[in-house]
């Protein structure tokens, strides 16, 4: 069964950061691709980064201040957030890119405020 654990959330001030981390278990995990969604409230859930072999890709409203990276051997994808600003305030999701687990992890809050 697809497991999806994500941690590292929290409140931090803007111009802060905060590095996500995402294990995953139920799968081969070095297979496939991974991504990294959010859902801020009220919004859809968008995707963020992905990671596919050695190539990353962002959403532009992130792209140079989070970095999006994989560790195959501890079967755990990365999000390391810098510069953070209020509206990355979202519960942020680790899952299979392009196309997602239908079981989603629980997610980590991301509270970006003064």
């Known amino acids: 069964q697809v497991q999806l654990v994500e941690s590292g959330g929290g409140l931090v001030q803007p111009g802060g950061s905060l590095r996500l981390s995402c294990a995953a278990s139920?799968?081969?995990?070095?297979?496939?691709?991974m991504g990294w969604y959010r859902q801020a409230p009220g919004k859809q859930r968008e995707l963020v980064a992905s990671?596919?072999?050695?190539?990353?890709n962002y959403a532009d409203s992130v792209k140079g201040r989070f970095t999006i990276s994989r560790d195959n051997a501890k079967n755990t994808v990365y999000l390391q957030m810098n510069s953070l600003k209020p509206e990355d305030t979202a519960v942020y999701y680790c899952?299979?890119?392009?196309?997602?687990?239908?079981?989603w992890g629980q997610g980590t809050q991301v509270t970006v405020s003064s």
């Open positions: 990671i596919s072999g050695g190539r990353t």
């Open positions: 899952n299979r890119f392009p196309i997602p687990y239908t079981n």
């Open positions: 139920g799968f081969t995990f070095s297979f496939y691709d």
